[in-house]
């Protein structure tokens, strides 16, 4: 299992127009990390933070909520976050987003920017996307990892059809890349796929998993000791199918996870979470509080 470029697969341009998140995060004398900038507009707002870790230490916790009642057709979407140096945040939402029918076939696009600044400690763990019949959806998430800089992300979809007729959704586009930051690629993660690819293409044996998702782990911490951790973490789990793997020049891990429904796929991704904060700090991390899979 291994994450490279796919060929003929871009994303569509960034958008000229200032994000509706732009979010800066800084530590203080004392090691607590704090929003030091912040711009949210419309459809976003943002909870107030948390701090409920122990490790890593001044950790900061944010959920990220949408208070339009999901993603549209042909909305356009920019988030941008800046962790400087040595700071600590767990990035999250509040629960699963919805992305609706976009029956005139004009796909919603969402792009990410992520900075990690030199010794910090970034996790960006949104919940799953609910893709209901005919959803299109463009996502582009960009992190730059600068040097000693730990990055937990992830990402995650799943079929969702109210009315249990088996219809799929439209199509998916997804290009998670990390880089240095002179812009060199550290590690790309791209793919396209139709709903009716998603239900039809795989074995039968595999056709059960309506849930997907991957998670990545870029640290200077030792691979083999995370690749173990990973396939420990989810070898027991029941309803998945999962493969974890080091990516290419020891940059971190990765795994990806079929799952049959949500529930499961919850499961997955906490264990997993749960093992490689135990690997990297000594510490398992407390619940974050809220209704999603964290």
């Known amino acids: 299992m291994s994450s490279t470029s796919a060929p003929g697969l871009l994303a569509e341009p960034c958008s000229v127009t200032p994000p509706q998140v732009s979010i800066s995060f800084k530590c203080d004398p004392s090691g607590q990390t704090f929003i030091a900038r912040q711009r949210t507009t419309y459809p976003f707002t943002l909870t107030q933070p948390f701090c409920l ?3 890593p230490h001044g950790m900061l916790t944010l959920m990220l909520q949408s208070i ?26 509040q629960g ?11 796909a919603a ?8 600044g030199k010794d910090s400690f970034v996790e960006y763990l949104p919940d799953p996307l609910a893709l209901f019949p005919q959803a299109r959806f463009r996502s582009s998430v960009h992190i730059t990892v600068e040097e000693g800089a730990t990055v937990i992300s992830g990402d ?16 998916v ?22 709903g009716h690819e998603f239900i039809v293409s795989l074995p039968q044996s595999l056709q059960r998993y309506q849930t997907q998702g991957t998670f990545w782990v ?14 420990t973490a989810l070898d027991p789990l029941p309803d998945i199918y999962a493969g974890a793997s080091i990516l290419s020049d020891n940059v971190g ?16 991704f906490h264990a997993a979470w749960r093992a490689v904060r135990l690997c990297l700090t000594g510490v398992e991390p407390p619940s974050r509080r809220k209704s999603g899979w964290l």
């Open 156 to 171: 995650a979809f799943g079929l969702h059809d109210p009315e249990a007729l088996a219809r799929p959704f439209g199509s």
């Open 53 to 55: 870790d122990r490790a």
């Open 109 to 116: 696009t969402q792009q990410v920017s992520i900075r990690a």
């Open 68 to 93: 339009s009642g999901g993603v549209y057709e042909n909305e356009r979407l920019t988030l941008d976050f800046s962790v400087e140096d040595g700071a600590c945040v767990h990035l999250t939402t």
């Open 173 to 194: 586009f997804s290009e998670t890349v990390f880089q240095r930051p002179d812009g060199q690629h550290r590690c790309v993660d791209r793919f396209e796929i139709s």
């Open 218 to 231: 870029v640290s200077d911490h030792d691979t083999e000791e995370l690749v173990t951790t990973l396939r």
């Open 253 to 268: 891990v990765w795994t990806r996870v079929l799952a049959v429904d949500a529930v499961a796929l919850r499961n997955a």
């Open 96 to 106: 699963a987003t919805v992305v609706h029918s976009m029956r005139e076939g004009r």
